[in-house]
C-alpha cells in the first residue's frame, strides 16, 4: 500500500478526517482537518511551511483531529437512524408509507397501501419490513411498523463513522483512496 508521507504508513482510520490539499496555482501545501460535529463544523489547515515539512504537518494535524474527536465524539449509529428528516411525514424516523400499483388483465389499476420499517443493520446494510394497511388496516399496520423499527434500533451498535464494511467495500475504499492519493502525487511533482 502506498505511504502518505515517507515514514508513516497509508490507514483510512489515521487519516479519518483529514485530506491533502496541494495547490500549484495558489501555493497551497498543507493537511486539512475537516470534522462535522452535530451540525457544527472544524475546519483547520496544516501547511507544510509552517509546521516544518509534510510529515511534521501531518503529525499535527493528527493531534488536533484526535483532541477534536475526544472533545466531540462522533454521533452514534442509534442516534443518526434517530434523526428526523426534513421530508419526513409520518413523525417516526424510519417509519413511513408508500404504495404498489399494478395493472389487472381488465386494465383496471390495482393498489396495496404499506407501512414500511427500515434501520441500519451491522453490514451498512438497511434492515426492513412491511405490513400491509389491507391485511393489518391502517393503524395498526403503522404501529407494527414502528415496533418493527424499534426493534431493528435496538440492535444498533458502533458509531456513525465506524460502520462495518464488506470486503468488497473495504478494498473498493482502499483504491478511491490509493488512487486519489496518487493523483495528488502526481500533480504536486508536475
Known sequence: MNSAVKGIAFDTQKQYGIT???DSVYRTHAWRVSLRRRGKMFVKNFADKKFGGKKSALLE???YRNCIVSKYPPITRKECAA???RNNRSGVPGVYTYSKTSVRKDGSINEHWYWE???PTELGESGRIAFSTR???EERARLLAMSARRQGLAKVQGF???CQLTPKSKKLFR???AAEYDATLKESSV
Open 175 to 177: 483504491q478511491l483512496i
Open 61 to 63: 494535524a493528527i493531534k
Open 160 to 162: 456513525f463513522w465506524k
Open 135 to 137: 391485511t393489518y388496516g
Open 83 to 85: 434523526i428526523k428528516r
Open 20 to 22: 491533502r490539499i496541494d
Open 117 to 119: 420499517a427500515s434501520w
